[in-house]
């Protein structure tokens, strides 16, 4: 792809996963409102593709936009416990501004990063600890209603309609991707509910990559691993983005530790 993609959020956790799996493999440019350190930026991104600024500040974002194919959007407050003023200003506004900014320009592909906290409240008292097993078939598919668990969940639902919303008064596609826990080299450890929603660090650069090259209208999917432990279908990830995820968190003990593969015997 020879028209620069804008990562949002870049210095972040999201952000480096992605860069470290596909960062040669775009022209990127990079925004975020901490200056990222050059050990953290790929080699063929100079000063000019780097903009320190906050996502609020349209100016900023209109300036980084220009010339734009597609956005990764990541910036702004991950925390579950982030308080409404945070989230309101960070996750709802800055999210509005950049997808309003990319609609503008014409950008052809919008990816957001939304979250498992957008459907949190899935998780009743009834379904939880089973939901978490393996043997458990209940399944959300990202048809369902979002019903968010804490207000960071309402933020990150309330992105999801703003890319609906642009999406269908300009025609941009734009997907979103309910991100489950990121965590590198192994599952979360002793963590049912984490295992169940991991994503790897591999996985999370292939899905992201998938965003900027499939075709897609308007799309809401999950982003996790291929866990055996699971109650977020990725089908339709596979179906419309063609994700083919290489990790699954079974592969690993309950404490992450990976789980040595049989040796290979001659033995009938
Ligand atoms: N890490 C995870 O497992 C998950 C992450 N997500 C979402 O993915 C996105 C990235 O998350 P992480 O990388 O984990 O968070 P992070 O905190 O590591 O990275 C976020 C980056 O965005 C930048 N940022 C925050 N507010 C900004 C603003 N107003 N303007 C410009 N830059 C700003 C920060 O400086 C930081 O570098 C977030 O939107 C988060 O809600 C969703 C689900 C799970
Ligand atoms: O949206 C997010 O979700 C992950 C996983 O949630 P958790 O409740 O299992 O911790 C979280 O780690 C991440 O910080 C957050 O942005």
């Known amino acids: ?80 416990t982030a308080p409404w003023e945070s989230v309101l200003r960070n996750n709802i506004d800055g999210t ?71 999406h269908d008064e300009t025609g941009m596609s734009v997907v979103c991707v309910r991100i489950g826990n990121l965590t590198k080299d192994h599952p979360p450890r002793e963590y049912e509910r984490g295992q169940a929603m991991w994503l790897s660090h591999g996985d999370c650069a292939h899905l992201f990559d998938r965003c900027l090259r499939a075709d897609y209208g308007f799309e809401i999917v999950y982003g996790i691993s291929d866990n055996d432990r699971k109650y977020y279908s990725i089908d339709r990830a596979r179906e419309v983005l063609g994700y083919d995820p290489q990790d699954n968190s079974a592969n690993y003990t309950f404490e992450g530790e990976p789980i040595a593969e049989d040796p290979p015997t001659d033995e009938p």
């Open 96 to 166: 509005q501004v950049v997808m309003r900014a990319a609609a503008r320009a014409g950008v052809d592909r919008f990816a957001f990063a939304s979250s498992n906290h957008a459907v949190g409240g899935y998780e009743t008292d009834d379904r939880t600890p089973d939901l978490y097993r393996p043997d458990d078939d209940y399944r959300l598919d990202g048809e369902e209603l979002p019903r968010p668990g804490n207000l960071y969940g309402v933020s990150k639902a309330t992105g999801e309609f703003l890319g609906r919303y642009y």
């Open 1 to 80: 792809m020879d028209d620069p993609v804008l990562l949002t959020g870049a210095g972040g956790r999201v952000g480096q996963a992605i860069l470290d799996g596909i960062g040669e493999e775009y022209d990127w440019r990079l925004l975020d409102r901490e200056p990222i350190p050059a050990a953290k930026v790929p080699d063929r991104v100079t000063d000019a593709d780097q903009y320190v600024a906050d996502i609020t500040d349209e100016r900023a974002v209109r300036e980084a936009m220009t010339g734009v194919n597609a956005v990764v959007h990541l910036a702004g407050d991950p925390r579950k």
